[in-house]
């Protein structure tokens, strides 16, 4: 198999779709506004410095998926969707899965960000195979726990390794923006930095990898 990874945020999407998630929320009178754009911004600055706490950050995300029943939160996921995401999906991104998708590679949208709010967003984008921070659910409603490993840093090859079991991959390839996915990237035998922040951008030219413009 030959197979081709794709980090969510700031990869094929131009935004973070977990802090915009929040913003959402903030923005529609759901959740106190105060307290949690504090602590959603406290969050992404902490995962911009490689130093997020996966555990805390997405319990804080699980609290309103806790507090509110599927048919609600399908149905504000779709406004979320509308409003903010579908204006913030990357051409290239969709120009370079098709290319694999040509190429008969399989697709993996491999993120951070909860499965809750990455899901369809990916199916956006055609890939169906998904590997992320997965929000737990008992009978049919959300508990506002963590349940498996979180799919961030190292994590995530921990994750792809469950999901590659009995697979043989014979050729990869890695996309993603950000340092936290350097473990990633040097997993990968081809290793895209897309639009990288400046630590990745120095660990991309120090190891040769190909820097990609995706911006829209």
Not at 39 to 46: H, I, L, P, Q, S
Not at 128 to 150: R, S, W
Request: hydrophobic residues 40%; glycine residues 6%; aromatic residues 12%.
């Amino acid at each position: 198999m030959k197979l081709a990874l794709f980090d969510l945020d700031h990869t094929l999407l131009n935004t973070d779709s977990d802090h915009s998630w929040g913003e959402f929320l903030v923005n529609e009178g759901l959740v106190d506004a105060v307290r949690h754009r504090a602590m959603n911004d406290k969050f992404y600055e902490d995962y911009k410095a490689g130093q997020l706490d996966p555990i805390a950050y997405n319990e804080f995300v699980f609290e309103y998926l806790a507090a509110n029943d599927r048919d609600h939160l399908t149905e504000f996921h779709q406004l979320f969707m509308k409003k903010l995401i579908r204006a913030q999906t990357r051409l290239k991104g969709f120009e370079t899965i098709q290319k694999h998708q040509d190429l008969g590679h399989a697709l993996v949208g491999i993120t951070a960000t909860s499965d809750f709010i990455t899901a369809p967003i990916f199916r956006e984008f055609g890939i169906t195979e998904i590997i992320a921070t997965n929000a737990e659910l008992v009978d049919g409603k959300y508990t506002g726990e963590v349940t498996n490993v979180p799919c961030y840093q190292k994590g995530k090859l921990t994750r792809l390794d469950q999901w590659l079991e009995g697979r043989d991959v014979t050729e990869s390839w890695a996309y993603s923006d950000s340092i936290n996915d350097r473990f990633l990237l040097e997993y990968a035998d081809h290793a895209i930095a897309v639009n990288p922040d400046d630590r990745l951008e120095i660990l991309a030219k120090e190891q040769g990898w190909d820097i990609q413009d995706w911006s829209i």
